[in-house]
């Protein structure tokens, strides 16, 4: 079953941006780029409402497995954030399935 949802979406693997930006991936990148840049050593936003805690960012898991995979992969944020969501989205049938 992943395999297949593999298949059906291997463009996503290798897609550093995409055609249509009409999500918040963008935000999303732009968070993993700089704990990219900073070596997660970032506790304030400073982009955002003059200023938070970067908990408060957005749910600070994706952001910080994106930059985690593209520091130890070697590759931009942006390419690692397509490819973490797309291994994501084929894993959620697959445990569909099996808590089924």
Same mark, same amino acid.
């Given at each position: ?8 979406? $291997? =463009?996503?693997?290798?897609? @550093? ?6 999500? /918040?991936?963008?935000?999303? &990148?732009? &968070?993993? =780029? ?5 070596? +997660?050593? &970032? ?11 970067? @908990? $408060? ?8 497995? /994106? ?5 130890? *992969?070697?590759?931009? *944020? *942006?390419?690692?954030?397509?490819? /973490?969501?797309?291994? +994501?989205?084929?894993?959620?049938? /697959?445990?569909?399935?099996?808590? *089924?």
């Amino acid at each position: 079953m992943f395999g297949l949802n593999a298949c059906l979406i $291997h =463009r996503l693997f290798t897609a @550093e941006y995409l055609k249509h930006l009409h999500s /918040v991936e963008g935000s999303f &990148i732009a &968070i993993s =780029r700089l704990l990219v840049e900073h070596s +997660f050593h &970032i506790g304030w936003w400073p982009f955002w409402n003059l200023g938070m805690p970067f @908990e $408060h960012t957005y749910l600070p898991l994706l952001p910080m497995t /994106v930059a985690l995979y593209a520091r130890t *992969a070697g590759i931009s *944020a *942006a390419l690692s954030y397509h490819g /973490v969501t797309a291994f +994501f989205y084929c894993l959620g049938s /697959v445990t569909l399935f099996l808590m *089924a």
